[in-house]
């Protein structure tokens, strides 16, 4: 049996691009992947915080199967290290023989943001201007990985065909994001979250994502336009949430798997139990990439995701089919 492939970040970056990842998972969905059929994740509390275990055998018809295992160790921040860490290992479906094993974060960063737009590109695209007379307006509540990764993936997906125009980053605390390297997203303009501008950036958005450790809604709903689009992709805690329930009860609300999102998903929880929303008003993203609901374009299109396995599986096999051999 050959070494299985090693790939860091930079080789998981280099074999799939974002707009690469968002084909392979819309593809996916077409060709019948059930996220409802998904293996369920599974958290490990450990003395320095928690081990997230998501494997996924993709319905069990792929070439492969696989698993990561995250690290959350909130203590690391302390430490100058990173909060959460992880590994990915990718194996053969028929001999469970270890393929590759990819840096687990490279994953997570490219994927999350691949999934958001899978279900907002064809929102995005229908109606639009001709090239270069609609650029899309985008507000960013956050400064990680994951606020630099939608506006790049959706930048890399849309290409000419929706050009990105102005971008705002809304953070808490401008100053430490303009003093921490890689903080600010390139070519953005940085506000701060509530302050002067912010409201406007809001309301004038066509595309709201919010990556963000918040436990509390982060803007009053009234603030988004009905044809906005709204991703919230902070938390995968019941008990925490980005989104204020009279945004939920606006628009229509798509999640990976309404089953997970029940579990998992506090924006879909509390909303729930604040009377704004109903576990049947929830549209299960295979709908919408395969077109079979078509989302009111007079209303919000919220998309809130918390992460499955099945999507590290897909994202993780267009990678290994971009990555040269050897690699």
């Not at 939608?150 to 290409?159: N, R």
């Not at 605390?173 to 912010?198: F, Y």
């Not at 998903?265 to 049947?280: E, K, M, P, R, S």
Request: net charge negative; with cysteine.
């Amino acid at each position: 049996m050959s070494a299985p492939l090693v790939l860091d970040a930079a080789a998981v970056a280099a074999a799939c691009s974002p707009a690469d990842a968002v084909a392979a998972l819309r593809a996916a969905l077409v060709a019948g992947l059930d996220p409802a059929a998904d293996l369920p994740r599974q958290g490990v509390p450990v003395p320095a915080g928690e081990l997230l275990l998501m494997p996924s055998d993709g319905g069990g018809d792929r070439a492969h199967v696989g698993i990561k295992v995250a690290a959350v160790a909130p203590g690391n921040a302390a430490r100058g290290l990173p909060r959460v860490q992880g590994s990915y290992l990718l194996l053969d479906a028929a001999t469970l023989g270890v393929v590759a094993m990819l840096d687990g974060i490279a994953l997570t960063t490219l994927r999350t943001p691949a999934v958001s737009v899978a279900v907002v590109l064809d929102r995005l695209l229908e109606g639009t201007a001709p090239l270069g007379a609609d650029l899309l307006r985008v507000a960013v509540i956050g400064a990680g990985p994951q606020a630099h990764g939608h506006v790049a993936t959706l930048a890399d997906a849309l290409g000419e065909r929706r050009p990105l125009g102005e971008v705002t980053q809304l953070v808490r605390d401008p100053g430490r994001v303009t003093r921490t390297e890689g903080a600010r997203i390139a070519g953005a303009a940085v506000v701060r979250l509530g302050g002067p501008g912010s409201d406007d950036a809001l309301r004038t958005a066509d595309v709201v994502v919010c990556a963000t450790s918040a436990r509390q809604p982060l803007f009053d709903a009234a603030l988004i336009a009905d044809a906005a689009v709204v991703i919230a992709v902070g938390s995968h805690e019941p008990g925490a949430r980005e989104l204020p329930a009279r945004l939920l009860a606006r628009g229509t609300v798509v999640a990976e798997d309404p089953g997970a999102a029940l579990r998992e998903a506090g924006d879909v929880v509390l909303a729930i139990a604040d009377g704004a929303l109903t576990a049947g008003d929830l549209v299960p993203m295979r709908d919408v990439v395969t077109g079979a609901v078509r989302p009111d374009p007079a209303r919000p299109l919220v998309v809130k995701t918390t992460g499955m396995s099945w999507e590290d599986l897909v994202v993780a096999e267009a990678v290994l089919a971009g990555a040269p051999p050897g690699a």
